[in-house]
Nanobody
Framework: QVHLVESGGGLVQAGGSLRLSCAASRRIDSFNAIEWYRQPPGQQRELVTTEGNGGSIYYAPSVRGRFTISRDNAKRTVYLQMNRLKPEDTAVYYC???????????WGRGTQVTVST
């Protein structure tokens, strides 16, 4: 069993920045992919960014150029740097890690990000 714990959420004004962290209970370089999702109020969960084990990265168009995923393998932690935040970025942000395309991913419990006008 793998545990993922998100932190770093909070309340920030539009235009501000936050850095989310996702701490894993085991080596993160063993995962096939690590992703950040978010679920805005009253909406479905949506993909924010994906980093594959080979280093390929995808960003949703809504965050491209503003958000950056990174990792510290020694700390078993993945980060999501969020800049120029907008009210529409308000959501619960979740970290997810998968071992392969045929295995269900592991999920954290999420961290709330609220962007005020």
């Amino acid at each position: 069993q793998v545990h993922l714990v998100e932190s770093g959420g909070g309340l920030v004004q539009a235009g501000g920045s936050l850095r989310l962290s996702c701490a894993a209970s085991r080596r993160i370089d063993s995962f096939n992919a690590i992703e950040w999702y978010r679920q805005p109020p009253g909406q479905q969960r949506e993909l924010v960014t994906t980093e594959g084990n080979g280093g390929s990265i995808y960003y949703a168009p809504s965050v491209r150029g503003r958000f950056t995923i990174s990792r510290d393998n020694a700390k078993r932690t993945v980060y999501l740097q969020m800049n120029r935040l907008k009210p529409e970025d308000t959501a619960v942000y979740y970290c997810s890690a998968s071992e392969g395309p045929d295995t269900p991913p592991y999920w954290g419990r999420g961290t709330q990000v609220t962007v005020s006008t």
